[in-house]
């Protein structure tokens, strides 16, 4: 079993930035492929970003969504058991629940084993 917390979201201006986190309990994350994906009030839970599993020797692969690509950024740091989202020039479209999400899979479909509670971020002047 896998607990996902995730944390760092709040409210912030257009062209601003914040960085969430997700942290786990119970296993490494390192042999499990990391997405985030987001759910605006009244539409479907949508990918955002993923993460590759790093506890091999390939290179670690990310793809993101066409709507976030050059803006955001997913990292992990394995010394943490923590995946990171960067996001930068945050448009008031990116507002939106944002949750973590893990699975052996490297997958963009919601079909994730694991899921966070999800944190909330608002983009609003």
């Known amino acids: 079993q896998v607990q996902l917390l995730e944390s760092g979201g709040g409210t912030v201006q257009p062209g601003g930035s914040l960085r969430l986190s997700c942290g786990a309990s119970?296993?490494?994350?390192?042999?499990?492929?990391m997405g985030w994906f987001r759910q605006a009030p009244g539409k479907e839970r949508e990918f955002v970003a993923l993460?590759?599993?790093?506890?091999?020797?390939?290179?670690?692969?990310?793809y993101y969504a066409d709507s976030v690509k050059g803006r955001f950024t997913i990292s992990r740091d394995n010394a943490k058991n923590t995946v990171y989202l960067q996001m930068n020039s945050l448009k008031p479209e990116d507002t939106a629940v944002y949750y973590c999400?893990?699975?052996?899979?490297?997958?963009?479909?919601?079909?994730?084993?694991?899921w966070g509670q999800g944190t909330q971020v608002t983009v609003s002047s």
């Open positions: 119970g296993r490494t994350l390192s042999s499990y492929a």
């Open positions: 993460i590759s599993r790093s506890d091999s020797r390939s290179d670690t692969i990310t």
């Open positions: 999400a893990a699975d052996r899979r490297f997958t963009t479909s919601v079909v994730y084993q694991y």
